[in-house]
């Protein structure tokens, strides 16, 4: 079992920056990769941001290329958010994904994040 805590989020103005924190614990030695997602009102959730814990990979959602950047240590995941646009606005939410025993997928508790303009 993997459990994580986000921390980070908050209302800030349109340009400005935020840093998100994700901590795991538990079964921290069974973490494949971690990432954040995020869920707006009335919409999907969908994928910002991964990161591949050994190699340290990163692949990010168009939207957010260049201006988000996915980072990790240990068993921690963080997610630097610069130029914040108002579309940015959703709940964020951290995930780490275990293959031991199986393959499966972990969620934190979502922080909010809202960009006025």
């Known amino acids: 079992q993997v459990q994580l805590a986000e921390s980070g989020g908050g209302l800030v103005q349109t340009g400005d920056s935020l840093r998100l924190s994700c901590t795991a614990s538990g079964s921290i030695g069974s973490i494949l990769a971690m990432g954040w997602y995020r869920q707006a009102p009335g919409k999907s959730r969908e994928v910002v941001a991964t990161?591949?814990?050994?190699?340290?990979f990163t692949n990010y959602a168009n939207s957010v290329k260049g201006r988000f950047t996915i980072s990790r240590d240990m068993a921690n995941t963080y997610l630097q958010m610069n130029s914040l646009k108002p579309e940015d606005t959703a709940v964020y939410y951290c995930?780490?994904?275990?293959?031991?025993?199986?393959?499966?997928?972990?969620w934190g508790q979502g922080t909010q994040v809202t960009v006025s303009s």
């Open positions: 995930n780490a994904r275990s293959a031991i025993p199986s393959v499966q997928d972990y």
């Open positions: 990161i591949i814990m050994r190699e340290g």
